[in-house]
């Protein structure tokens, strides 16, 4: 089994920053891909921001050059640096583990963003 954990989610200012962190642990037994998503209030969950184990990262255009994904494979934590942050930006944040050649995906239980003034 796999779990996730995720933190660093709260409560910002139009124009703050926040960090969030999903940390792995569980049957860790290959490479994995890691993926940010969100999911707004009425809103599909949409994918925000994807890393690969050989750090090959993509976004999704309306975060590009104001978040950052990045991970820590000795800590089997991924962070998503979060910066600018606008109130279309408020959503409940999950992160998600598939290990490559796999074709289950693992979630995390999210944690929640707000931006507003």
């Known amino acids: 089994q796999v779990q996730l954990v995720e933190s660093g989610g709260g409560l910002v200012q139009p124009g703050g920053s926040l960090r969030l962190s999903c940390a792995a642990s569980?049957?860790?037994?290959?490479?994995?891909?890691m993926g940010w998503y969100r999911q707004a209030p009425g809103k599909e969950r949409e994918l925000v921001a994807t890393?690969?184990?050989?750090?090959?990262?993509d976004y999704v255009q309306s975060v590009k050059g104001r978040f950052t994904v990045s991970r820590d494979n000795a800590k089997n934590t991924v962070y998503l640096q979060m910066n600018s942050l606008k109130p279309d930006d408020t959503a409940v944040y999950y992160c998600?583990?598939?290990?490559?050649?796999?074709?289950?995906?693992?979630w995390g239980q999210g944690t929640q963003v707000s931006v507003s003034s």
């Open positions: 998600k583990l598939r290990f490559v050649g796999g074709w289950r995906d693992y």
């Open positions: 890393i690969t184990s050989d750090l090959r990262i």
């Open positions: 569980g049957n860790l037994f290959s490479d994995y891909t």
